[in-house]
C-alpha cells in the first residue's frame, strides 16, 4: 500500500508542476526521433533529384516585346507558343474553328487547317480585332481540293474577337469558321510584332 501511495503522490506533484509552468513538461523537452523514409519515397525534407537528360523548360515572357520569329498552334491543347527573337516564348490560350477536329478539306467544314504556313497579310480593319491572315490554301491543298471536286476554302487567319463583342470579354468554345482566335489584349500585342512572311506551324 505504501508504493501505492507514493505513485499517487508523484502523479499529483507531476501534475501540480505542469500547471505551474503552464502546460510544459517540467523536466525538459521530450525527445524525438526523426520521421523515418517511407519506402520508394524522396527521404524527408530533401530536394527532390532533377531528372537528367531532360532539360528545364524556359520561362515565360510577361509580354511579346522584339520581332516574332516562329509561331506554333497545337489545336488539341487549344495553345498558341510564340518564339520571339530576344526574350522568352509567350503561350497564348486559343479557339478555334467550329469542328476543330482533323485537317481543313473544303469551304464550310469549320476545320483549323493544319501543316505549315506562313503570314501573308495583316488587316488592322478586320470584322475582328485586328488579324493575321495566313497563305491557306496552298498549292498542295488546292490540289487536293480539285481532286475531290470541292471549293477548298480560305481566309484562315490569327484573329481577335469579333467586333461585336466587348473589349476585354471573349466568345466561349470553339466558334470561329477555322480560324485562330485570340484575345483582344493578345492579339494586339502578337499583331504589334508579327511581319508578313512569319512562320506559323499548325499540328492536330
Known amino acids: 500500500m505504501r508504493a501505492w501511495r507514493w505513485l499517487v503522490l508523484a502523479a499529483l506533484a507531476l501534475a501540480a508542476a505542469m500547471i505551474w509552468t503552464g502546460g510544459r513538461w517540467p523536466l525538459g523537452p ?38 516574332v520569329e516562329r509561331i506554333l498552334i497545337e489545336k488539341a491543347a487549344r495553345r498558341m507558343t510564340v518564339w520571339q527573337r530576344d526574350g522568352h516564348p509567350r503561350v497564348f490560350d486559343i479557339a478555334l474553328g467550329f469542328a476543330p477536329v482533323g485537317d481543313k478539306a473544303r469551304q464550310g467544314d469549320g476545320r483549323t487547317p493544319e501543316g505549315v504556313f506562313s503570314v501573308d497579310r495583316r488587316n488592322d480593319r478586320s470584322r475582328f480585332t485586328l488579324s493575321l491572315g495566313l497563305d491557306y490554301p496552298r498549292p498542295q491543298d488546292r490540289d487536293r481540293a480539285r481532286r475531290a471536286g470541292v471549293d477548298p476554302g480560305g481566309d484562315i487567319m490569327i484573329h481577335g474577337q469579333p467586333n461585336q463583342v466587348a473589349d476585354g470579354l471573349r466568345v466561349r468554345g470553339d466558334w470561329t469558321a477555322g480560324c485562330i482566335a485570340l484575345a483582344n489584349a493578345q492579339i494586339r500585342e502578337l499583331f504589334a510584332h508579327t511581319a508578313l512572311g512569319t512562320p506559323v506551324e499548325i499540328r492536330p
Open 30 to 67: 521530450v525527445p524525438t526521433a526523426p520521421a523515418p523514409d517511407l519506402p520508394g519515397l524522396p527521404p524527408v525534407q530533401r530536394p527532390l533529384p532533377r531528372p537528367t537528360g531532360i532539360p528545364p523548360l524556359p520561362p515565360l515572357a510577361p509580354q511579346i516585346t522584339s520581332p
